[in-house]
């Protein structure tokens, strides 16, 4: 997502309160409910997020001679990097890597670079980034440091008891789906994956002969609700219309479902990086297509007037 100074538009409100959630739940999370990542990981990914941000907007800005986008004052800077403050937090709260910070930092840089690097150009002419940012920095780093996993639920309610276990799953489900309602509009996503992935489950266990119970249990898990309210539904990297984001999670859903099948872990993080690469794909070849359609027009004319 990115900050827009214009009063209609639902971004900027949409970035301000996900960046207030996330920063409250680490916060929370690394004082009280029992996160094991060290205090120093979130800090440094932030670092990363801040300067990478920074740096790329300043290239960018000098090689199409334009102003920086973060100029303006301290409102507009903080405006700007509220995107960066939610993918750094995103990045340390979801890995593990131990004590060690180098794998926080490349998630985090990998994360900022793919939204400057990663894009393709729309109907409208506009380039926007394809990958969730913080999505695809985790995919990368599983698969390029197999050290590095995922964070472990329980960690979202180590300390609480049995009215807590209930209470905080309570609170994100009401406050992502107020976000996703009033905000990002992506409410049809959220139930077509929800949907999907009982489908899914449905057939595995049909094909597979899986115990049902365990292929809907990640339903329960903190990191399912997670996922579902506030990493799938990134506005910037998802359709805008109700059809496009029914098929979004459908297909989510269908990609997680065959690599499970397929004993492929982290299925999460894995299924969502592959369907934006296939929308990425997809939004380049209609956007070639359509640049493509006038120049053939244009040769077709004359032959048919000289017909005439």
């Known amino acids: 997502m990115t900050a827009s100074s214009d009063p209609r538009d639902l971004r900027l409100p949409a970035l301000r309160r996900f960046a207030f959630a996330i920063t409250l739940l680490n916060v929370v999370g690394h004082l009280y409910l029992g996160f094991e990542q060290s205090y120093a990981q979130p800090l440094v990914a932030l670092a990363t997020a801040y300067s990478l941000e920074l740096l790329l907007e300043w290239i960018d800005a000098r090689a199409k001679k334009r102003s920086p986008r973060y100029a303006g004052g301290p409102l507009v800077l903080a405006n700007f990097l509220l995107s960066a403050h939610i993918s750094g937090l995103a990045v340390a709260m979801l890995t593990y890597a131990n004590a060690r910070l180098a794998p926080v930092m490349l998630a985090t840089a990998i994360a900022i670079g793919s939204k400057h690097v990663l894009r393709v150009a729309t109907a409208s002419g506009r380039s926007v980034h394809v990958f969730n940012p913080s999505n695809l920095g985790i995919t990368v780093t599983l698969l390029a440091l197999p050290s590095v996993g995922i964070f472990q639920p329980y960690m979202f309610t180590e300390n609480l008891g049995p009215v807590g276990d209930w209470v905080l799953p309570c609170i994100l489900v009401i406050a992502g789906s107020f976000l996703n309602a009033r905000l990002t509009k992506k409410i049809p996503l959220i139930l077509a994956w929800l949907g999907g992935f009982a489908i899914q489950a449905l057939v595995r266990t049909a094909v597979l002969g899986t115990a049902l119970r365990s292929e809907l249990m990640p339903f329960t ?24 984001q029914i098929v979004f999670g459908l297909a989510t859903a269908g990609t997680y479902g065959v690599l499970v099948a397929c004993h492929v872990v982290f299925g999460l993080f894995f299924a969502l990086s592959l369907v934006c690469a296939g929308r990425g794909v997809l939004l380049f070849a209609l956007n070639h297509a359509r640049a493509r359609l006038p120049a053939d027009l244009s040769l077709a004319a004359p032959a048919t007037a000289g017909q005439r």
Request: no cysteine.
């Open 221 to 244: 898990g903190l990191a399912f609700l997670l996922f579902t309210f506030y990493m799938i539904t990134d506005p910037a990297t998802t359709p805008s219309s109700a059809r496009g």
